[in-house]
């Protein structure tokens, strides 16, 4: 589209007015485009779930997989969350979706053990509205117990923002998903919000350190100050930490010398499909590979 918009733009003599009125529209024709699709892609089997291994910094060893959802639209192909999430929340129908997901990815990761791969921590990222979805508890215990997959190895990640908004609910709800042995991750750790005086407050397990402050982390001592903070607290706090998009040798030998509990990244591997996880997991340990 944007390629469509230059060249209408150019066509016009270069008019950079049009250029952007152009790309303007074309945002909005694909936004109600995608909206209008979003409503009949579930029952349509358009959404597919990719999975990005985390990686246990001691043993080198896989241990957990991100579930990342992609939509395969039939005529714009794969969208991004990031581009079809906030549609799917404005339009509630992020709670269908949502219950697809954790149902989706539970169901894999038990028939990842039944097919003798090494048990593997699953997690799932939860939206605001289905946080603030009433039966949400009753809903995750129903689908744990059709997948037959044990809460422990079920990781729910959550954002900050999501964390504050009705705090007293949001704590609730989280104790009944621990109780049933559910594990909770704050996501973006670090670009949310000010206070950090809910980590004491909200029954939580791990932190995942956003990429933001691991794509810093460079040679220099400065930028590493934040990160070497916040896994220094998240020991402190019995929290496990595990770091986001971690892209480079530099990256990854700085966070093992601050012990950084696990990694996840494109480093070690970029979301990947049920059959490029399958080969992954045959391979040997990344300590044996690199
Ligand atoms: P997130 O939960 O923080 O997921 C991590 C994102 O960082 C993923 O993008 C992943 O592909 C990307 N990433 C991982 N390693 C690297 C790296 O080394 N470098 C860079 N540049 N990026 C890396 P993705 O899959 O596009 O997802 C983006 C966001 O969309 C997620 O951020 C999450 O907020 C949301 N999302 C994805 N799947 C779901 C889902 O099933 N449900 C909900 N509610 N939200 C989802
Ligand atoms: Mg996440
Ligand atoms: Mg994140
Ligand atoms: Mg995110």
Request: glycine residues 4%; charged residues 25%.
């Amino acid at each position: 589209h944007a390629d469509i918009a230059m060249y209408r733009a150019k066509e016009q003599g270069r008019n950079n007015y049009q250029f952007y009125a152009c790309e303007m529209e074309d945002a909005i024709v694909r936004r109600a485009v995608l909206e209008n699709g979003i409503r009949k892609a579930l029952e349509r089997n358009e959404f597919i779930l990719y999975y990005q291994p985390q990686i246990d910094l001691e043993t080198k060893k896989i241990v957990g997989l991100e579930a990342l959802v992609r939509w395969i639209h039939p005529e714009h192909g794969l969208i991004s969350p990031v581009e079809f999430i906030p549609i799917a929340e404005e339009t509630g129908l992020i709670v269908p979706i949502g219950e697809w997901i954790l149902q989706t990815a539970c169901e894999q990761a038990k028939l990842w053990q039944v097919q003798g791969f090494p048990k593997l921590r699953i997690s799932v990222n939860l939206s605001a509205r289905q946080v603030q979805q009433k039966n949400l508890v009753e809903k995750i215990s129903s689908i744990l117990q059709t997948s037959e997959l044990e809460p422990e190895l079920l990781e729910l990640e959550i954002t900050e923002s999501i964390a504050m908004y009705n705090e007293e609910y949001v704590i609730n709800k989280l104790l009944s998903l621990k109780k049933i042995g559910i594990k909770i991750a704050i996501d973006d750790f670090g670009t949310g919000y000010s206070s950090l005086n809910y980590l004491n407050k909200f029954p939580i397990d791990t932190l995942k350190i956003d990429r933001s402050f691991v794509n810093q982390i460079k040679n220099t001592t400065d930028n590493q100050e934040i990160i070497t903070t916040i896994i220094v607290m998240a020991r402190n706090l019995k929290l496990k930490v595990i770091a986001e998009g971690v892209e480079t040798v530099e990256q990854l030998r700085f966070l093992e010398e601050q012990q950084c509990n696990e990694v996840q990244g494109f480093y070690f591997s970029k979301p990947l499909t049920v059959e490029g996880i399958q080969a992954l997991l045959k391979q040997p340990t990344w300590e044996e590979n690199n």
